[in-house]
């Protein structure tokens, strides 16, 4: 039953009591709602100081669902000691510099979807992923990247020639669904990474100056621990509601 269908239920009960003379006093009953899904009330006051100096790239809109499909990585040791790594010969730069919180290689921008959308949207893509082969992961190089408005630099470890033919296939798959909403679609050149380090505003200059010590520190760290994962699910988030699919 649907939040909408619970407010039916209120409607009706009124209507009830005004055909009667006397005013009767009417009990509402406590509905259910541990099957409805809930729209969280967000507070609308962006406080950059509560995350790490971050501006939303989207200003909050009540009923805006900001979402994005992304394969997920595991936060595993080895990775986290190169992070570690990479961070000490950023030093240099002399801007602080943050460790991403949530490990991921986006294959959709940021797109805003409405609540109605959600189902379809979801739908789509699962049944657009049900056929889409599990594939192996790997990284090969250091890049930087710098998001849209200039607000903020990444620090990435960028997918591997192998990798990438899977990648290319996940976000022309996505593009797809995408377009049927007239939603945009990802970069005409896009470029797969993994977000790992990040720092306010555009630092790009800066960090070309070191891009070849920070290969050389991924090259040495990769001698004894070559990475690979198995990719086998595919992941959509969608406002504060996380989706994920199974791959093939
Ligand atoms: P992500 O870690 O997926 O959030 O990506 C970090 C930033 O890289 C995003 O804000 C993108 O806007 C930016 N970016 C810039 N150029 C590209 C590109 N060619 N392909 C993918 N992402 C890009």
């Known amino acids: 039953m649907s939040g909408l269908s619970y407010l039916c239920d209120y409607g009706d009960s009124e209507e009830s009591d005004t055909e009667n003379t006397k005013p009767k006093k009417v009990k509402l009953r406590t509905p259910d709602l541990s099957g409805v899904a809930l729209i969280p009330i967000e507070n609308h006051v962006d406080d950059p100081e509560l995350h790490d100096g971050r501006y939303r790239t989207f200003p909050h809109v009540r009923g805006n669902w900001a979402s994005y499909a992304y394969f997920k990585y595991p936060r595993e040791t080895s990775l986290l000691n190169l992070i570690d790594k990479l961070q000490v010969a950023l030093a240099s730069v002399g801007e602080v510099s943050h460790k991403c919180d949530d490990l991921h290689i986006s294959i959709s921008k940021t797109v805003v979807l409405k609540y109605h959308m959600i189902t379809t949207f979801t739908e789509s893509l699962r049944e657009a992923f049900a056929k889409f082969e599990s594939f192996e992961l790997s990284f090969d190089s250091v890049d930087v990247y710098v998001n849209e408005d200039n607000s903020r630099t990444f620090i990435a470890l ?34 797969f990474h993994m977000s790992i380090i990040w720092f306010n505003g555009d630092c790009k200059q800066k960090i070309l100056e070191l891009i070849e010590k920070l290969n050389k520190t991924l090259s040495k760290h990769t001698e004894n621990n070559r990475e690979i994962v198995l990719i086998h699910k595919v992941h959509c988030k969608i406002g504060n509601k996380y989706f994920q699919f199974q791959l093939d």
């Open 158 to 191: 960028k997918a591997d020639f192998f990798s990438n033919k899977f990648l290319l296939k996940s976000t022309q798959i996505v593009d797809e669904v995408l377009a049927a909403f007239s939603l945009p679609k990802y970069y005409d050149d896009p470029s």
